[in-house]
């Protein structure tokens, strides 16, 4: 996905994806959620890899689409406000707050 400037995103997981979950009796939806996938993404000039579930991809995805921006540029706004944090950490924090505001 481009969105016109240096930053984009390779949205194709990566041979190193895992799968997470696999209890016996867990539901089929829930090692699908917690199966964690491995993406490139472009920020700022220099490629990175972020590790992060299933869910958390399609939530960031929901999320872009509802804020009229990329993937690549809000995983850029959400890196910029990090601090210290790991972005893999820092994105799983932002869709909390932003699927439980109530709570942030």
Do not use: C, Y
């Not at 690549?72 to 505001?101: C, H, K, M, Q, W």
Request: charged content about 25%; proline content about 3%; overall charge positive.
């Amino acid at each position: 996905m481009s969105t016109g400037s240096s930053m984009n995103a390779d949205f194709a997981p990566s041979a190193a994806s895992e799968q997470l979950g696999s209890r016996d009796g867990e539901p089929v939806g829930a090692r699908q959620s917690a199966r964690v996938l491995k993406h490139s993404v472009v920020i700022a000039g220099h490629r990175t890899s972020v590790s992060l579930e299933d869910a958390f991809w399609r939530a960031l995805k929901d999320i872009a689409a509802r804020d009229g921006v990329s993937l690549a540029a809000l995983i850029a706004r959400v890196d910029a406000g990090r601090g210290e944090a790991n972005l893999s950490s820092a994105l799983r924090v932002f869709v909390l707050t932003r699927v439980t505001p109530d709570r942030a």
